[in-house]
């Protein structure tokens, strides 16, 4: 499998991504279940990571951020390029985790629709335990032509 391939924005539905109007998407796949490649050495979604996620997402009680290139991340980013341009809540399908109920920001929705696409990629934010390599929090979403 190539590096990436798990977290193009601009798939089809059956490569991971969902869109209710044909055109924005409303829901994509995050991780499948089990080991996931990254430049940072594998991810991986376990049972264990998809109770953790869907109990902290509860006690948030908030939905996540998209922001571009994780600069919502950085605290030295202009506070422009600090803001959301989307959001959306998690969801666990059939063991693999997905970003459902999408909203995107109008000044994002071209970007995502154009041919070539403005961003090809998104980019989770997350914790692991070291011990297992197992995600075990999660922060947000980046759109992003770079991922790790």
């Known amino acids: 499998m190539s590096k990436g391939a798990l977290r193009r924005i601009d798939s089809l539905a059956s490569d991971g991504v969902e869109r209710d109007d044909g055109i924005t998407p409303s829901a994509f796949r995050i991780w499948r279940g089990g080991e996931n490649v990254t430049d940072h050495g594998p991810t ?3 049972s264990r990571s998809a109770r953790l996620l869907l109990e902290e997402q509860e006690s948030r009680g908030n939905r996540y951020s998209i922001d571009i290139n994780h600069l919502s991340l950085n605290p030295d980013a202009p506070l422009a390029n600090q803001s959301a341009v989307g959001f959306f809540a998690l969801d666990v399908r059939n063991g693999e985790l997905w970003a459902v109920n999408c909203e995107w920001h109008s000044s994002v929705k071209a970007g995502l629709t154009s041919d070539p696409p403005a961003w090809k990629y998104f980019s989770p934010a997350y ?13 947000n979403c980046a759109l992003t032509n770079n991922p790790a």
């Not at 914790?127 to 197992?134: N, Y």
Request: charged share 25%; glycine share 6%; proline share 6%.
């Open 127 to 139: 914790d692991v335990d070291p011990e297992t390599g197992e995600v075990v929090s999660f922060l």
């Open 44 to 46: 991986v979604f376990s």
